[in-house]
T-cell receptor, first 112, second 113 residues
Framework: LAKTTQPISMDSYEGQEVNITCSHNNIATNDYITWYQQFPSQGPRFIIQGYKTKVTNEVASLFIPADRKSSTLSLPRVSLSDTAVYYCLVGDSMDSNYQLIWGAGTKLIIKP | DTEVTQTPKHLVMGMTNKKSLKCEQHMGHRAMYWYKQKAKKPPELMFVYSYEKLSINESVPSRFSPECPNSSLLNLHLHALQPEDSALYLC????????????FGSGTRLTVV
């Protein structure tokens, strides 16, 4: 089972780029890396998913080095509304036992 | 429709009560999930339904009983719960089991008294 480690919390300021790193040293060959955002008393919201190298969408980028033992979620030009908990997930979509591991989450606080 | 709808949003129940949580999606997703989330913790997987069949039960106590009447609906029947079962219960769906592009509902905040 892959296990993920994230910083417990991070602070940044409006307009800055924020990078949150997740460690997954035991990631398996078939595992994908997915990030979710969660606001208080709401369900998590899918942000981005990747397998290797770099993935970019309209809200974030995901950087995965060649050894895939870590990944970095990059949020460009954050605003106050980006204050939330960010979860890193690692799992194998083809695993019949469906092992999916959620990280403990990183609480991101954006200051004015 | 790109949402997962959960009802009720809040529920207070006694330890002898029987209640049900409901979840509905109309995105054509064939995998549906129940998660339990305690404060300041990540969601914990409880059950997975794939094509209306229960495919994973993560050793959840029998006082939680899932049901998938059809591909759009997912219920969680609750009976004889304990105060420690108080949590946010989240429903999610995806195109297929193992697809991590989940859509989550807003959850039901359950308090057991």
């Amino acid at each position: 089972l892959a296990k993920t480690t994230q910083p417990i919390s991070m602070d940044s300021y409006e307009g800055q780029e924020v990078n949150i790193t997740c460690s997954h040293n035991n990631i398996a060959t078939n595992d994908y890396i997915t990030w979710y955002q969660q606001f208080p008393s709401q369900g998590p919201r899918f942000i981005i998913q990747g397998y290797k190298t770099k993935v970019t969408n309209e809200v974030a980028s995901l950087f995965i080095p060649a050894d895939r033992k870590s990944s970095t979620l990059s949020l460009p030009r954050v605003s106050l509304s980006d204050t939330a908990v960010y979860y890193c997930l690692v799992g194998d979509s083809m695993d019949s036992n469906y092992q999916l591991i959620w990280g403990a989450g990183t609480k991101l606080i954006i200051k004015p | 429709d790109t949402e997962v709808t959960q009802t009720p949003k809040h529920l207070v129940m006694g330890m002898t009560n029987k209640k049900s949580l409901k979840c509905e999606q109309h995105m054509g997703h064939r995998a549906m999930y129940w998660y339990k989330q305690k404060a300041k913790k990540p969601p914990e997987l409880m059950f997975v339904y794939s094509y209306e069949k229960l495919s994973i039960n993560e050793s959840v106590p029998s006082r939680f009983s899932p049901e998938c009447p059809n591909s759009s609906l997912l219920n969680l029947h609750l009976h004889a719960l304990q105060p420690e079962d108080s949590a946010l219960y989240l429903c999610a769906s995806s195109h297929a089991r193992g697809n991590y592009g989940y859509t989550f509902g807003s959850g039901t905040r359950l308090t057991v008294v």
